[in-house]
């Protein structure tokens, strides 16, 4: 059935297209609407194809095709004045409807014969992003502030009940896992996916969402009942104390949700002692410095988050490949982000006024009092938290005179990252 059913599903996609803008033309249509039910109708299909084919060949075929026929509507100007309509004429850039394909081929080739773990990604991508977006644009009244624009906690609450719903019920039916263990698996992957598509942009939750949730079930299902119910409270405590803190910071709802899902994926590939180093620097860092006006504006996102951890994260992930640590460097590049924010704080809040050997010696004293404390005060490890000082110095020195601008943060993960780099060598 493999040749007929690619035949079937490549005329399905086309005809789709077709028949929405037909809708849009006869009853008028919203762009919201009319885009996410092609979102609804692929996710349908795509849930069939367990069943319609047994190779990854056809799959491959199709998300090629699908793509091909995506990216002549968006890109040929008299295809995207029509057919375009039905995607391309919400207000925001989006590349949502080019993830969905590639999302459904990885999770087929991930899955393999494992349907269950195909079915519920695609169930949270098709009807859980899909409820939040129509019941945010349609009942949201309750705003926050998301990494491009708004959205509505009417819409993030939609999509954690059909998230919880979405993985709750196929575990129960479909697995040999425990009732309490499905609960709590649900509980724990919608809350932290609700996370994860409020941070997305540009139409990346139709990526990231499947491939995460797909990770994190991998995960989830391997604990037993007491430890995703002690990982749950855990999360809600952090959860709740974070957003109290958040408003000390300049962080808004993008950023502290993409801080909070970060030092998850940190607690994922280590452990809570990794975690230790970026807590520090989300509580530590309004005391750095001079409180001033500037300091009230919650205006940083998820980028600046990324920025800050990327350092961090590439050790990591260094280090979970090549079997090695890399703890050192890493609370090195931590060091190196709360010095130069303290720094440039400082140079915000009483121009010409930096001290970046004061900011310097602070970050490092914070951190690596917490790193002793971890490793341990041995001979050893008070060398390499002395010769941490400079690193985290030349960092500070390196970010001088950049406070402002497109590419602030840029240059701060670079300064951050090349801080680290000599403590890779000792």
């Not at 509580?283 to 750095?288: A, E, Q, V």
């Not at 979970?320 to 050192?328: S, T, V």
Request: with cysteine; glycine share 6%.
């Amino acid at each position: 059935m493999n040749g007929p059913g690619a035949i079937l599903i490549a005329t399905s996609i086309v005809a789709l297209l077709f028949a929405l803008r037909w809708l849009q033309k006869r009853f008028g249509f919203g762009p919201e609407l009319s885009r996410k039910l092609f979102h609804i109708s692929g996710g349908i299909v795509s849930l069939l194809l367990p069943w319609i084919f047994s190779s990854l060949a056809p799959v491959i075929v199709l998300t090629i095709f699908s793509t091909l026929v995506l990216l002549v509507v968006r890109f040929l100007p008299s295809l995207n004045a029509s057919l375009g309509r039905v995607l391309n004429a919400v207000d925001r850039p989006s590349w949502g409807e080019l993830c969905f394909p590639v999302s459904v081929l990885l999770l087929f080739a991930l899955s393999h014969e494992n349907t269950v773990f195909y079915v519920i990604p695609l169930l949270i991508l098709t009807f859980a992003d899909s409820t939040a977006a129509l019941i945010g644009t349609r009942y949201g009244q309750l705003k926050y502030m998301a990494t491009e624009a708004s959205k509505s906690v009417e819409g993030s609450a939609a999509f954690f009940l059909v998230g919880f719903l979405s993985v709750h019920v196929p575990l129960l039916l479909g697995t040999a896992i425990g009732r309490a263990e499905s609960l709590l698996a649900a509980l724990i992957l919608a809350f932290l996916l609700v996370l994860l598509e409020g941070v997305a942009w540009a139409g990346l939750d139709n990526l990231f969402v499947p491939i995460c949730a797909y990770v994190l079930l991998q995960t989830l299902t391997k604990l037993s009942a007491t430890e995703l119910m002690s990982r749950f409270a855990i999360m809600l405590s952090f959860t709740t104390v974070g957003l109290l803190w958040g408003r000390r910071t300049t962080l808004n709802m993008s950023g502290l949700m993409g801080g909070f899902l970060l030092c998850y994926a940190v607690w994922m590939m280590a452990d809570w002692r990794w975690v230790l180093m970026p807590v520090i620097l989300f509580y530590s860092h309004p005391f750095l410095s001079p409180p001033s006006e500037w300091a009230k504006h919650r205006v940083h996102n998820v980028h600046v988050m990324l920025s800050i951890f990327s350092a961090g994260l590439v050790l990591l992930l260094a280090g979970y490949f090549l079997n090695r640590d890399f703890y050192y460097p890493f609370a090195v590049s931590f060091a190196a982000h709360l010095a130069i924010i303290g720094a440039v704080r400082q140079e915000l809040s009483s121009p010409g006024i930096r001290k970046p050997l004061v900011h310097s010696i602070r970050a490092w004293a914070l951190i690596f009092a917490a790193y002793l404390l971890v490793r341990g005060v041995g001979q050893r490890e008070l060398l390499r938290a002395a010769l941490a000082l400079p690193c985290v110095f030349i960092a500070v020195l390196i970010q001088r005179n950049q406070t402002t601008g497109d590419d602030r943060w840029r240059r701060e993960a670079f300064a951050a990252g090349l801080a680290s780099a000599p403590a890779l060598l000792w």
